[in-house]
């Protein structure tokens, strides 16, 4: 185990490494991304526009060797241009189906919330059961399957706001941010004669990508550690503060996503510790505040905060009785 747990980690490095390439003085984002990538996970990032977040769905693709899709998503987009539609050819009499963007290895959705809430109703069955049903016959889509949503979280005109069973879906959400003055003067320097991605090229493939998922799912959770998750997660339906809190969900996602974090930094074993980093990420976008706690100002992340205060962290221990 301690071998394909070493193995794990070089590739899951060389992907963060070669975002890195692009993504310029953001590793912790690389970071996030490909802990949703090796978990299974579709990535929601929600940020400004020019920071960088088509950019980072592309390099994620390109380093990971994937088949990849952009959708742009504008509110006459239909849910038969997502996923296909089933059309008549009269030479056969029958009818065949043309599949649509979504019959690839990753999708970028990209400004997602301008979508009407029937095109991105689309995306739920996808990304919940990796297949697609059109005219009742369902078509499985290739794996391994990630769905990558853009939203601009300050544009409201001309949006839809994404209902809480589909933000429910995405894995984590991720936010990019502004680079630092000298990180953005060498961007600028790098992209004067060529954009870096040009450049960039696949570092694993869909077979590794599947081969680190299963690893992941095997690396050790103290049941202590699970209880820590879940009483994080139960604490977000109690909180006064809160007006709909984290589902079941939340609490398989942040398991996985410390077994993920785990096999980036070697260990075949979970600890507390990666559960509280991956809490804004995963915990994030599955809250909703009461309508009293958004007129005081009260944010998701203080809220977030004094619930993991108030959460006892167990002292579990590694597997060091345990033979490889």
Known sequence: MVSEVGAGKKAALSVIDNLERVIKGKRSVAELAVTAIISGGHILIEDLPGVGKTMLARSLAISLGLTFNRVQFVPDLLPSDLIGVNLFNQKTSEFEFRPGPIMSNMVLADEINRGTPKTQSALLEAMEESQITIDGVSHLLPK???????????EHEGTFLLPEAQRDRFFLRIKIGYPTAETELEIVELTRLEHPID?????????????????????????????????????????????????????????????????????????????????????????????????QGTSVNEVIGEIVEGTPVPGASPRSWLKD
């Open 199 to 295: 450049s960039l090229g696949a570092v694993t493939s869909s077979e590794l990508i599947l081969k680190l998922q299963d690893l992941v799912r095997n690396i050790y959770v103290d049941d202590l550690v699970k209880k820590y998750a879940v009483d994080i997660v139960q604490s977000t339906r109690k909180h006064p503060s809160i007006f709909l809190g984290a589902s079941p969900r939340g609490s398989l996602n942040l398991v996985r996503g410390a077994q993920a974090r785990a096999l980036i930094d070697g260990r075949d074993y979970v600890l507390p510790d990666d559960i509280k980093n991956l809490l804004e990420p995963i915990i994030f976008h599955r809250i909703l505040l009461t309508s009293n706690s958004r007129m």
């Open 144 to 154: 391994p399957f990630f769905v990558i949503a853009t939203q601009n979280p300050l």
